[in-house]
């Protein structure tokens, strides 16, 4: 598996938590109709913050180290 590939794998997953709580909040919302998708989105990023953290920081190692291996590859 090339060096890249595995870059790109780790940006995706440095993605999800921000992507989930917005599918999971919209699938909430459907489901019980007492949520709001502010509502939910809040109490999510209060009780989940870290894995905001942990995502942004996948993605930032993640997209310097794909500039780095195409500048490398060029």
Do not use: H, N, R
Not at 55 to 73: A, M, P, W
């Amino acid at each position: 598996m090339k060096k890249s590939s595995i870059w790109k794998i780790l940006l995706l997953i440095g993605v999800c938590p921000f992507a989930v709580p917005v599918l999971w909040g919209i699938y909430t919302m459907s489901v019980e109709v007492s949520w709001t998708w502010v509502d939910w989105i809040v109490m999510y990023s209060f009780l989940y913050w870290p894995t905001y953290i942990v995502g942004l920081v996948l993605i930032i190692l993640s997209v310097c180290k794909l500039i780095k291996y195409k500048s490398q590859k060029v």
